[in-house]
């Protein structure tokens, strides 16, 4: 079974703060997704990468930084995080040879 | 620019009955769809999907049917049961492995007992 973990499943963050939030794997996957999903806007994608070091824009990546240090592990960071930012944030892996995304089970971040 | 289309954003059906989700696609470069199921404070879980070379996919009570001249897929539950009511989100994507998926907006199904 893929496992996908996200560090948290609620947090609360103030306006202002950095927040970082973390997605690991279990598997040698090279991809690794980071979306957000909000009522009537659907999934959308944040940041990617591809392999350790790579990160590529997806289609909001404003207000976002990623970090990708070790294969295992992709961080999504909100350098100062805004009240329009409260969303569940999904972290995707998929792996060569497969379409298919398996997702963990999202973070609820709330910003005050 | 919307490249996956999902219109309707919520459907209700009684329990035993069928239920149909429509997703309809821009991007004729897509080549592999697939359906998402997505519960409520959890990640979405893979649910079908199917490949351009085909138009139609079939497990269990899922079948999923896809009409490429219209750019055009479905997802049928039949028989529907209480347990399906989640948000359906339809994705597709162009070169597998090196693009990521692009998402429709969902549909919330509703199955009444």
């Known amino acids: 079974d893929v496992k996908v973990t996200q560090s948290s499943r609620y947090l609360v963050k103030r306006t202002g703060e950095k927040v970082f939030l973390e997605c690991v794997q279990d598997?040698?996957?090279?991809?690794m997704f980071w979306y957000r999903q909000d009522p009537g806007l659907g999934l959308r994608l944040i940041y990617f990468?591809?392999?350790?070091?790579?990160?590529e824009k997806g289609d909001i990546p404003e207000g976002y930084s990623v970090s990708r240090e070790k294969k295992e592990r992709f961080s999504l960071i909100l350098e100062s995080a805004s009240t329009n930012q409260t969303s569940m944030y999904l972290c995707?892996?998929?792996?060569?040879?497969?379409?298919?995304?398996?997702f963990g089970q999202g973070t609820r971040l709330t910003v005050v | 620019d919307q490249q996956v289309k999902q219109n309707s954003p919520s459907l209700s059906v009684q329990e035993g009955r069928i239920s149909i989700l429509n997703c309809d696609y821009t991007?004729?470069?897509?080549?592999?769809f697939l359906w998402y199921k997505k519960y409520p404070a959890e990640g979405p879980t893979f649910l079908i999907s199917?490949?351009?070379?085909?138009d139609k996919n079939e497990d269990g009570r899922f079948t999923v049917f896809l009409n490429k001249s219209a750019k055009h897929l479905s997802l049928h539950i039949v028989p529907s049961q209480p347990g399906d009511s989640a948000v359906y989100f339809c994705?597709?994507?162009?070169?597998?492995?090196?693009?990521?998926?692009?998402f429709g907006k969902g549909t919330r199904l509703s199955v009444i007992a």
């Open positions: 991007n004729s470069m897509f080549d592999y």
């Open positions: 995707a892996i998929n792996f060569s040879g497969n379409t298919e995304a398996f």
């Open positions: 990468s591809y392999d350790v070091k790579m990160k």
């Open positions: 199917i490949s351009s070379i085909k």
């Open positions: 994705a597709a994507n162009a070169i597998p492995e090196v693009l990521p998926l692009v």
């Open positions: 598997m040698d996957h090279e991809n």
